[in-house]
Structure formats: C-alpha cells, structure tokens
C-alpha cells in the first residue's frame, strides 16, 4: 500500500507516447528512412535501394523546391502578421462592446470551425473570375467591367489564397487576445490614467505586455496547424497556375502522390516537418519568456 | 467650452468608426458562410447566372433532395460520408478524450524531470504538417492493410488530437484546486474515486469542450483522409465534397447544400462550448 | 483512544530536509497548535500526519496503529484546508455527507449525521445551497462541519482562518474552540498567527526551519520562551531585546546604561547577552502596574506614540535600540519627552547574544 511505484505520471502520459509513438514517430522514421532512398510508389523494390543524401542534394538544387520553400515562408510571415493586427483590432472593438458581445464572440469562433477544405472550395467560389461573388460585386458596382483574374494571375492567386487562410485563422488571434483582455487588472491602467498616460501610452506600456502571452499562446497554437493551409492551396488553385502558389506542402504532395516518387517527396517532407517544428518550438520558448516576464510562470 | 465640443465631437466621431468597423468585419465573418447557406437553396442556374442575381427569385430543396436521393448528378453518396465522419470523429473524439485526460492529469498534478520538454514534444508532434505525415502512413498502412477503413482514420485521429486535448485539459485540471482531491482522499476515497467522483465532474465542462474541439478537428480535417480513404467504406464527408468536382465543372449547389451539412453541427458545436475552449487555452497556456 | 506520536519523522525533498527528525506526542482530546513563520515545516508535518505526504523517515502513530503507509482514508482523520476545499459541484448536504456516502453508509444515518453537524454549525438553512452562493464564514462552517460528520479520531486543520477578515476570524476562533469543547476529539491546528496559537492551544508546538523549538503551554511559551526566536514570536508586540555585556552582576548597554541581571540568575562577566523585556513589564512612572520586587528605572526619550484606548504603546529609545513600553491610564506624551520608565526585573529575561538561547536553564 506504499503510494510509490512507478512514477504515476508515466504511467499516466504512457498512453499519449505510445499512440505518437505509434503514428507519429515510427512512420517519420519510415520516411526519414525511405528519403534516403529512390522509393517510388509504384516499385516498391525500390524501398531497398540506398541513396544516400541524393534526394536531399536534388532538393537543394532544385528552383522549384526553393520557389516553394520561400514562398511557404512569405505567405505564413504575411498571413500570420496580419491576421495577429486584425485580430488585435478585432479585439479591441468587440471589447468596447457592451450589448451583444456574446453574440459577436460566438459568431467570430465560426470561421475556425469551417473545415479548411471548405474555406478552399468557399473562396474558390467567392474569387471565380467569372460568377465569383467579388467580380459581382465589382461589376455590379461599376467599379470594373473586366472580369478580374483572381485565381488565374498568379499574383491575385496568392493574394486570395492569403485572404482565405486570414479569413479562417484571424478569428483564432481575436478570440485569444480578447480573452487577453479580459484578463487584464484595472489597477495598473487606472495607475497609467492617474499618471497621465494617453490612451496609445497606456495601451503600448500597459496592455500590450500583459497580452504579449496572449499573442504567443495563439502564435502556438497556429504553428500546430499552419500546414492547413495546404487544403486551402489545394482546392483553390492546386499551386498553379505554372506553380506561382506552389507551397511546400503541395509540392511534396504532388511528389509523392501524382508523380509517385515516395522518396523523393519524403526528402521534402522532413525539411517541412522541421520548419514546423521549428516554428513551434519558437513559439512555445516566447510563450514563456513572456510568461516569466510578467511574473505567471510557476 | 470649445475643448468639451472638439471632445464630444471626437468622442462620436470614435463611435462612428467603431460600430463601422465592427459592422465591416462581422460582414466579412459571416457573409462567406451565408452566401453557402444561401446557395444551397438556389437552383444552379441562378448561381451561375451572369448577370448576377443579387435577390434570389427561387429559393428551394432541389440540391439537398439531389443529395440524399442519390440521384440525377448530386449522385453523392452523402448519407454514407456522413455516417463515416460521425463514427470515425465520435470514437476517435472518446479515445483522445481518455488518452487525453490521463496525459493531461500527469501534466496538471505532478512535477517530474524534463516536464516543459516533454510538454513541447508532444505538441511538436502535432505540428508534423499532415500531407508530410499522410506519405509515409500511406505505406505503412497500405503494409498493414487498414487504408480506406474506419480503424486506420481512427487511430490517425486520436493520435492528431491528443497533443492538444492534453494542452486544453492540463488547463481545465489546474483550475481545480489541487485540496479538492485531498479533501476527498481524507474523507474516505482512492486515489481513483477522488478524480472520479471529484476532480472529473468539477473539470467536466471544460472537457466536454475539449472533446468538442477534437470532434471538430476530425470532422473537418482533409489532407490526410484524402490520402488514406479510397471508397465509401471510410470516405468522410470533406473528402465527399470532392465528388461534386469533375475535370472541368464544379456542382456548386450540391456541394454547398453538403457544406451545410457539414457546418451546421460545428456551428452547434462551437456554440455550446465558446466559453470553455477560451478559458481552457489560456489558463494552460498562461499559468505554465 | 487517538493519541497521535511522531518518532524522529523526517521530510526529505530531493536532497533536502524540510522537516528535522521531529518527535512529538500529543495526547488523547489535547488540542495542540503547530505554529511559526513560513516554510517552517508545520504544514508538511500536518500533511504528513494526514497522509498527504510521504514520511521520509520516521514513524507516525495514530491510536495505537502505525499508520506510515497507510493512505489517508484508513488514517480515520479529517482535516479543513487553508481554501476550505469544498467539493463546488455538490450542495452543502452533499458535501457535508460525502464521507458517509462513500463509505456506503445507509442513507438514513447519512441524514442524521448531516442533520447533527449542521445544527451543531447552524447549516440548517444553507444545505440546499452549493459553495458557489456561500460567504467566506460560511463556507469555512461547512469545511469543519465535514471534518466532523464522520466523528473521526484526528481532526486535523491547515490555516483554516487566514482566508477571512480580522472580525470573523475572531468570531471563528471561538466557534472552533467551543466545537473542541463539544466533541472533544484530538485536533492538530496548524497557524502562522501566534494570536490564534495562544487563544486556542492546550500546547503550542513551536517551529522553524524544519525544527521544534519549544512546546508547551500557552502560558508557559509565553513566560519562559527558550530563545530569543520564541520570545519575539509569541506575544505582541514582540520582547524588546537589547544587546549587552555583563559586568558585575550587571547588564551594561552600548551607552553605558547598566540593568540589575534579574533575579535568580548567574552569569559569568564578560558575556555577551541580550536583555529581553515585554512592553508590558516596562512601564513608565505614574502609569504602571504596582512595583513588584525587584525593579530597575531607566529614563528614555518617546519618539512616538500609538494610543489604543485604555493603554498607549510608548515607542523609546534606549542605547541606540527602539524599545516599546505601555503607558496605563494615557496621557498625552510630547515627541522627544523623557520619562522615567520602570522595569519588574523579575518578568525580564536574559538570552546569550551568539546563540540566543534563554540564559534561565
């Protein structure tokens, strides 16, 4: 009847590492394996045929792959900025609302639970150059009597993919950095008031750094799941048009599935596998940086 | 007196910009979804029209009909995709639940060596973007034999939503005060009873909502159910809603009206359980 | 019968001891504080006597069972917590009854044992309500009334007033003293505030840094403290100590101001010691108590003033040391007058100034 036996926190995150363990882990060393091999789907006696760091050179020096790579980078550092300031400002005005905030909160959480590939499909429909609602709109307004390529022009094609991954994911920003707010003590902004703060001082030395958690835990929680917007790209462009919105994510999928080169696309894998990775740790060591800043760390 | 006028004025001016630019943002919230609402019920013609038709003439159920028919070109088997994600969401949700909750606990209530690393791993794990995760599970899986079943989704699921049912739970745990399970461990419980019978009902809200995050993670997740489903034995309904695109046309109304069916228990969803996630992602996140 | 002893109990935490090889016996119906400063150790040793933290070393007896290893359920105690620890999803009836429920008593004893403790606590009205829609005093009812609904051997209770306001905590401490009354069973009391350990002690166990310093009566810590720590611990406001060396039989101050030793005491000249005195034994002229015996006069200037109504603390500076000293019967004192302060020498300690232990043996 001793209360030690083995450590009940093992046993208790024991089910948690096997399942990973499981799905996660053991099938990413299956493709750490298969990257440095020429496995092609349709061979499978290729699995066995050792490489070395080939696919990993190849990548490298392939223009598509860094085309891609770069562009994953840029539409994530616009698409996470942006929606992080509308978020902000979503926030902001939601907060001064005094009847209704229910309402507006619940009615902003609905994006996130639109499924991804809907969001695609949605903003397929709504950029259509030709019965897309904003052309309609466009038109309908006199602004423009042109039919605006949206999802043609590979330009206005990653501008609308951005527009439909901030239209999904600024609810997430809003949503926390409100809670953020919330959470605030009057004292120090009535503190900040009493000693002659403007509103933008009180709101850049007060509020700012106590929402700074905030802002990472959401930051956090969209580095989980950046790669949704690989559903987003596929649906509503495929990385075309002549792979002007190409993305890691599509690319390594077209590898793999449409042109069967596991390997190969394995190779890509990792090398997004550590961008996310990457990301997220980063997130979570600012999450409690900024924690221990103001004094809620343990 | 000029100085209270030029306030007053600035004061209503800062009103007028805030209850625009509240009114603008909520439009481009929910305008996306309403117009799918909208034209679910609009006969393709209308949809398609061009000129545009800006007020619908014809509202009717001549998609969604189509749809659970299974007939005429909304020939989708909906009502078999349908029952798919539900089995597979539903029972993925409750084993990521259980999991979940024993991670989540270890998490909240104990200290043990290496636990803040042990914490970002996990989540580092879901972070694994899903089309990079879904190549090499597509051949193991295709080894093992469980591709295009319910138990081979299943199991991809749970392991996608643990990380972060452990996140939400570990938060909804620490709000409750760790005396609550003393005091019932003095008045007579075990270890067991004490989280049964006092922690979990107090904790419960919080993770009912956690469950429902999970559910609607599977209920909407894509990039790896369209790689490991093939046929409507596991087909879910996001992958469903490719079935109304051919090479070169798209059926815009039958799949808007297989949208709605898919948002309207999210929407539900999400409704019931707004206030929870909130608190539950925070307070894990904040109280480290 | 539930005597509770502790043999050479041990806190080990990593590689550090919380709580020193304590050895303690309390007897059967004795209510006995645990008391002093914090991190002093006193709620982990409460802890460990519940069975909410492992013994390191040591043994602990409940009754006659050794209980080391049992877990808390079979230590057939019961305890209040600092926050009250009330279950919030039950009614105060659930709550109260919880205990029996799991222990599968019959439904109808469960009521009775309810009915009892709330009307020993004045419950009745509230045990419909959840601890959500309680107040502070309130609740802390409900946390003693289910410590006592199982009428177990130990009640055990950790800070259980710091939670309320100064009125209440008063009020409570009577309450808790008349339901010690009433039941009469065994209590440890933990407490960082030596008011309460005083006001409701049989014994006080006096701890720091994971040690006892000193148990004994309320009186008896108060009148013979073994060291400089329990002297200005216990009683308020705290022993003025001033520092000094002996010198013939005599304390001689940093500025030459020399004190009888108080009688009954030898002490070698040439030691270093501290003279220790209660604002209540140093008095000035015309606003004492009677002289007793053996008095010593001293005249300090006042710096400042606190009157509390039927007395006023006199704050005076003697050898460059703030004293504090009571003046009966107030009247008003000038900043920087000087009186003529008297000191009963025969309620005046002395400590040895390197260790502070009480020069009395």
Known sequence: MTRAKLPPWLVLLMPAVIILAAVVLIPLLLSLYSSFTAYQLTRPETLYRWIGTFNYVKAASDPNFWWAFGRTVLLLTIALNTEMLLGLGLALMVSKVTRGQRALRTAMMFPMMFSPILVGFQFKFIFNDNVGLVNNALQSLGLTDVAIPWLVDGQLALFAIICAEIWTSTSVFAILILAGLFSIPQDPL?????????????????TLPFLMPFIYIAMAIRSLDVARAYDIVQIMTNGGPARRTELLWTLIGRTGYVDARMGYANAMGYISIFLAIGFTVYFFRKLTAARVSLGMGD | MAQAATHRFRRRLLKALHFTGLFLAMSVICLPGLWIVLNSF???????????????????????????GGIGQGGVPVLTYFQNSLIISVTSTVIALLVGMAGGYAFARYRFKGKATMFVALMASRAVPGVALSLPLFILYGRIGIIDTHFGMILVYVAMNVPFTIWLIDGFFRQVPKELAEAAEIDGCTRWQAFWRVEFPVARAGIASAGIFAFLTSWNEYALASQLTRSVNSKTMPVGLLDFTSQFTLNWGGMCALAVLMIIPALVLTFLVQKHLIAGLTFGGVKG | MAQVHLRNVLKRYGGLDVVHSINLDIAHGEFVVLVGPSGCGKSTTLRMIAGLEEISGGEIAIGDRVVNDLPPRERNISM???????YPHMTVRENLGFSLTIAKRPKAEIAAAVAEAAEILSLTPLLDRRPGALSGGQRQRVAMGRAIVRHPEVFLFDEPLSNLDAKLRTQMRVEIKKLHQKVGTTVVYVTHDQVEAMTLADRIVIMRDGHIVQIGTPLEVFERPVNTFVATFIGSPPMNLLAGTVQGGQVVLADGTALPLPPGLQVADGRAVQFGVRADNIMPEGHALPPTAHMAYVEMPVTLTEPLGTETLLFAALAGTEVQAKMLNPRPVRMGERLRFGIALDRCHLFDAASGASLRG
């Not at chain 2, 609009?42 to 659970?68: C, G, Q, S």
Request: charged share 20%; hydrophobic share 45%; with cysteine.
């Open chain 1, 190 to 206: 009535e503190a900040a008031k009493v000693d002659g703060c403007t509103a933008w001082q009180s709101f850049r030395f007060v």
């Open chain 2, 42 to 68: 609009r006969p393709t013609v209308e949809i398609m029209a061009k000129p545009p038709v800006w007020i619908p003439t014809e509202l009717n159920l001549d998609h969604y009909r189509a749809m659970f």
């Open chain 3, 80 to 86: 209040v917590f600092q926050n009250y620890a009330l």
